[in-house]
Structures are given as structure tokens and as C-alpha cells.
């Protein structure tokens, strides 16, 4: 294993050196919508706006993309994208992980988004590396998912899988194709992922994919071209089509907001301001694993009340966090709103879903369980 699988973080800027990458144009950033609550859950850099060196890397791209939403003060998750021939170059994986944490990425906050499978590997090798990045906590995401062996898929089970934007576009009329949708929206209910649908261009394209059960999107339709991270988005949905009974508490995780156990209280005071639609800041010790859950309200109310900077700002955040709530990624959502209600004065506080070794994969806001939960009843009593 090489040494990016080992490392775990270090100080900011110990790997930023300037001489990484070479000054690039603007980059470009999609936002990826949730689609049962129409807010921004993370955030795409395909591609560098302007002319691109035929020499510069997939890597070097990713690391522009991070150093651009570090300037922007954005916690939002960022989803950046690799060729799968990437993922067998050691030097430039150490380079990316060393960058990222330098600039405060922790590996939570991080969709890998793999791309040209398998890049001539064998499956299993290509599978293994993809595995390496998942044990340090990055969540992993694969494009062009219906292009790709269902049990190569079902092995790696991303967080992620991406929908080539021709089937998004054509599945809203061809009903082979929206079956197969269906079949990766079902693939990835049961592994813990989530499609994303992107180039999403009208409202009967979006409507036929929330009906089949797509939860993440992007395009034209949801954000401007110009979109840029931190600026929120308006995107009006109406009730699903249809929904399963029984579904998983994964089926409505999202990309959780992650820092370090220590971090300050005006670091996530930061958080909390540059990204309005963020409900809560999971506080992880090296390994990925909650040690706290800051909640959006109860922290600022203490934040910013009287003296509250004063007294709190430059000490760890976690002197105003409570325990986290974690569910296990295999539970059921019904379970899941059970458990939120054990504690009567924490009721609506995020759920933190954790995989079988404990390590935070995202968050479930009780409020979108109970939403789905309750339409679900009353579909079932109709």
C-alpha cells in the first residue's frame, strides 16, 4: 500500500507548495442538487474554463479545483474527477491526498469520481485501488456507470454513480433506457449510493428521473453556467412518482460536512456561514469517526450571543458540540426516525451514517425521513 492509503492529514499548506500545478484559467463548478430537497449537497470541477495543456493531469485539475474553493471559504463537498489510469500512478495519488489535506480537504469531504475503467488493469486491481481510497474515508464515485460490469459495480459500490448525460437525456421517453436507470437507482440502494443524472435540461426530463428514483443532479435546468460555490439555488420539485417501502437509511444520506475533532469554533463558525443550507458540522478523528456533532442552531445561538466570539472562538469547536447520533448504513429509514427519537431534546439533530467500521459516510437530515416516511404511509393507505 503506498503512503497516500496511510496518511491521515497534516498542517495547512505543509503540501500546497506553488509549484504544484501551473497557473491555470477559472475554473468551472456545477453544483449537485439534492433532489428531494432541491438544496446544493456538493459541488463538481469538470474542467477549467479556456484553452487546457495537452500536459496538464487529471490531478493537476483536481488540485486546482480544491485550492479554488479554499480561497471561497466552501466546506461543501467536492467532487472531482480522475481517469481510472490515474489510479495506478502511486507519485500522483500521494501528490493529490498530501494537497488535499494541506488545504484542510479532509478525505470525507472528497467524491473521487473515476472515469475510463479500468484503465488497463484487471478488474480486481482496479477494484483494490478504488478500495485503498474508500479505507481512508474518500467516498468514491464512478462515471458513466451503466458502461461498467453490474458486478464490477456491486464490488466497489460507490457513493456515486454517474449517469452518462445522454442516458439522463433519453431515458425521459425511452422506456428500455428508464429501466435501466431503474436498475442502477435499485443497484445503488442497496450498496449505499446514490445516482446522479447530469445535464439535466427540462422539467420532463426531471420529473421522469425523481420518478425513477434518481436523487442527485445537475445541468442547466437546476444552475446557472455561472454558478459559483456559495451562491444557493431555487429549484421548485414537485411529489415523487412513485417511492419503495422499506428503504434504507442511505437512500437519504447526504455528503456530511467534516472537520477536525479539534477544530476552532470559528472555523465552523465559518462553515456554517459560507454555506447556508449546511445543518451540521461532523467533527472526526483521524481515522473518519464521529467524535461530534456541532448543530447549526444551538451553535450559533451560543456563537453568537453575548461575548459568545469572546469566549469561544479560538477554543475547540467541540466545547459546544454534542455526542453524534450514528446510524449504521444498513438500517432502514423507518429505524433510523426511531432512533431520532430517543432523545426528546435532540429530535431533530443529523444523523450521522456510519459504515461497518465506524467511519462517518454522510449525514441524514431527520426532516427529509420523516417527509419521504410520511408520503409513503399515505400512498400506502390510499
Not at 417501502?245 to 465552523?268: K, Y
Not at 435532540?346 to 467500521?357: G, I, K, Q
Amino acid at each position: 500500500m503506498t503512503d497516500y492509503a496511510a496518511y491521515t492529514g497534516g498542517p495547512e499548506n505543509t503540501f500546497a507548495r506553488h509549484g504544484d500545478v501551473a497557473p491555470s484559467p477559472q475554473i468551472a463548478f456545477q453544483p449537485i442538487i439534492d433532489l428531494d430537497t432541491g438544496t446544493v449537497v456538493a459541488m463538481s470541477a469538470p474542467a477549467p474554463m479556456g484553452h487546457i495543456s495537452e500536459l496538464e493531469s487529471d490531478v493537476d485539475r483536481a488540485i486546482l479545483a480544491a485550492r479554488a474553493t479554499s480561497r471561497r471559504e466552501t466546506l461543501l463537498p467536492l467532487h472531482v474527477f480522475l481517469h481510472a489510469r490515474t489510479l495506478g500512478d502511486d507519485r500522483s495519488m500521494d501528490r493529490l491526498h498530501h494537497t488535499l489535506a494541506g488545504l484542510g480537504r479532509r478525505p470525507g469531504g472528497v467524491i473521487v469520481s473515476v472515469n475510463g475503467l479500468f484503465g488497463g488493469m484487471p478488474p480486481a486491481e482496479a477494484a483494490a485501488r478504488l478500495g485503498r481510497l474508500r479505507a481512508i474515508g474518500y467516498l468514491i464515485g464512478i462515471e458513466r456507470v451503466e458502461d461498467l460490469p453490474s458486478r464490477f459495480v456491486a464490488e466497489v459500490a460507490p457513493s456515486v454513480l454517474t449517469l452518462d448525460p445522454e442516458l439522463s437525456r433519453r431515458a425521459s421517453a425511452d422506456s428500455r433506457r428508464a429501466a435501466l436507470v431503474d436498475g442502477l437507482v435499485s443497484m445503488g440502494r442497496r450498496t449505499g449510493g446514490h445516482v446522479l443524472a447530469p445535464g439535466i435540461v427540462n422539467e420532463d426530463q426531471l420529473t421522469k428521473l425523481r420518478g425513477l428514483g434518481v436523487r442527485l443532479a445537475q445541468g442547466p435546468l437546476l444552475a446557472p453556467p455561472d454558478w459559483r460555490p456559495g451562491v444557493p439555488v431555487s429549484v421548485h420539485l414537485g411529489p415523487r412518482e412513485a417511492d419503495r417501502l422499506g428503504p434504507r437509511v442511505t437512500e437519504f444520506m447526504l455528503p456530511a460536512t467534516v472537520m477536525p475533532e479539534d477544530a476552532t469554533a470559528e472555523s465552523v463558525f465559518a462553515a456554517f456561514n459560507a454555506e447556508p443550507n449546511t445543518t451540521s458540522v461532523v467533527l472526526v478523528d483521524p481515522g473518519q469517526r464521529p467524535r461530534y456533532t456541532v448543530d447549526r442552531t444551538r451553535f450559533l445561538l451560543k456563537f453568537a450571543g453575548a461575548y459568545g466570539h469572546a469566549l469561544h472562538a479560538h477554543k475547540p469547536a467541540n466545547r459546544l458540540a454534542d455526542a453524534p447520533r450514528p446510524v449504521p448504513r444498513t438500517v432502514p429509514a423507518i429505524a433510523a426516525l426511531r432512533a431520532a427519537g430517543d432523545d426528546a431534546e435532540r429530535v431533530y439533530d443529523d444523523l450521522v451514517v456510519v459504515d461497518e467500521v465506524g467511519r462517518c459516510m454522510g449525514v441524514a437530515r431527520v426532516g427529509d425521513l420523516i417527509r419521504s416516511l410520511s408520503e409513503l404511509e399515505r400512498r400506502s393507505a390510499s
